[in-house]
């Protein structure tokens, strides 16, 4: 058997779904912010077909009327946020209470091993510890941005914050696109019912 044909529990699958519907409903959400809702271009939308039947309506205006609906979509980010915050912590919480063990000792635990398979299984576990900082600044950074006000945070300050937020999406989708192709390969190879072990967990036998 394959490094990665342990048996998934059903705590871990519900825990990997979830992250897995949240983490593409934040990027799309954010997706859908930057292009089709994006405001600026609604806001001259707005302007042009208005203007077509004798509507003139001020820059200003235009774009309070298209923050309407990109606001009103934007409220799900918050929501998958929220989620994701939480999804995460719980995670952590199995590492501090060691019901999970972090991934970076998964794989020292593999690194002696010269077989080919143990060496990318360590380069997986690496690549998820990536993964797990970047989600911490990602969880940290939108709860600031969303509780700016409370926290005093000026619009300055948080311009930083808020650029290596939306930097890290291009992280997400590199690791979603890397994840996705590791386990078509070790399903198609090394670890043949992979996939199906994350729906129903493995032969119990």
Known sequence: MGYF????????????????????????????????LNYKDNA?????????????????KAKEIAKIFR??????????????????????????TKADKLPTCKAKELK?????????????KYAHALFYIASI??????LAMYFREKLGLSKDMLEPIKELHELAF?????????????VIKAELTTDKGLISEMFNGGDKT
């Open 71 to 96: 606001d009103n979509m934007w409220q799900w980010h918050y929501y998958l946020g929220f989620l994701f915050a939480a999804l995460l912590a719980y995670r952590i919480y199995g590492f501090i």
């Open 44 to 60: 001259a939308i707005i302007q042009s077909k208005l203007s077509e039947i004798g509507l003139i309506v001020a820059d200003d």
């Open 5 to 36: 044909s342990d048996k998934r529990s059903a705590n871990l699958r519900v825990w990997h779904w979830l992250s897995a519907i949240t983490v593409f409903g934040l990027m799309l959400t954010y997706l859908l912010r930057k292009t089709v």
């Open 137 to 142: 600044y990602m969880a940290i950074s939108g």
């Open 170 to 182: 291009w992280f997400f989708l590199l690791f979603i696109v890397a994840h996705i192709a590791g």
């Open 112 to 124: 002696g091993n010269g077989d080919k398979g143990a060496k990318e299984f360590v380069m997986a």
